[in-house]
T-cell receptor, first 115, second 113 residues
Framework: AQTIHQWPVAEIKAVGSPLSLGCTIK??????LYWYWQATGGTLQQLFY??????VESVVQLNLSASRPKDDQFILSTEKLLLSHSGFYLC??????????????FGAGTRLSVL | GDSVIQMQGQVTLSENDFLFINCTYS??????LFWYVQYSGEGPQLLLQ?????NKGSSRGFEATYDKGTTSFHLQKTSVQEIDSAVYYC????????????FGDGTQLVVKP
């Protein structure tokens, strides 16, 4: 069975500090990977997606960047946090890249508070 | 362009009431439509997927259908329970847009005992 693990569970960071959030998928090779952001009480906003190692496409940047250093790992980061970065960050994967079964499976999320 | 509109921001019901949440979509081609449920503090979970117009998907007492003519799809449940309290998102996979998935704004369902 496939599992998706996000870390950390929660972060409290200062404005201007760096950030790194991680996501690991186990049990599935070469998945599509995604980062979503959700403001408190808000909808799901897709930030990035990746089809393969070393390749990341940006949908909405929000002064963030993403990388895929390994097949099963997706990293979201920034060098300088803004207050507007606060929210819930969700990693997701899908079965077939661009295929008819492109259902998203989400991780448990990381709650980020920027003060 | 591709989009999903979910108008009901919050729905408050009592236990055993009937639930109906509606979304409309816009896309070219034939979409696949989804309903996701998000419980407090968790990531969204897939609840239902509907791939064919006028066919029903069902799971955990929920049913979903979509009408190609009105480009709308809805989620319903005959008798809601307090444990159904969550945020429900409709979503659409756009075949002609790299199969990208678009989410509605979500409906907060509150079920009172």
């Amino acid at each position: 069975a496939q599992t998706i693990h996000q870390w950390p569970v929660a972060e409290i960071k200062a404005v201007g500090s760096p950030l790194s959030l991680g996501c690991t998928i186990k049990g599935k090779s070469s998945p599509n990977l995604y980062w979503y952001w959700q403001a408190t009480g808000g909808t799901l906003q897709q930030l990035f997606y990746s089809i393969t190692v070393g390749q990341v496409e940006s949908v909405v940047q929000l002064n963030l960047s993403a990388s895929r250093p390994k097949d099963d790992q997706f990293i979201l980061s920034t060098e300088k946090l803004l207050l507007s970065h606060s929210g819930f960050y969700l990693c997701a994967w899908s079965l077939w890249p661009g295929g008819s079964q492109n259902t998203l499976y989400f991780g448990a999320g990381t709650r980020l508070s920027v003060l | 362009g591709d989009s999903v509109i979910q108008m009901q921001g919050q729905v408050t019901l009592s236990e055993n009431d009937f639930l109906f949440i509606n979304c409309t979509y816009s896309t070219t081609g034939y979409p696949t439509l989804f309903w996701y449920v998000q419980y407090s503090g968790e990531g969204p979970q897939l609840l239902l997927q509907v791939t064919t117009a006028n066919n029903k998907g069902s799971s955990r007492g929920f049913e979903a259908t979509y009408d190609k003519g009105t480009t709308s799809f809805h989620l319903q449940k005959t008798s809601v329970q307090e444990i159904d309290s969550a945020v429900y998102y409709c979503a659409m996979r756009a075949r002609n847009n790299n199969n990208r998935i678009f989410f509605g704004d979500g409906t907060q369902l509150v079920v009172k005992p």
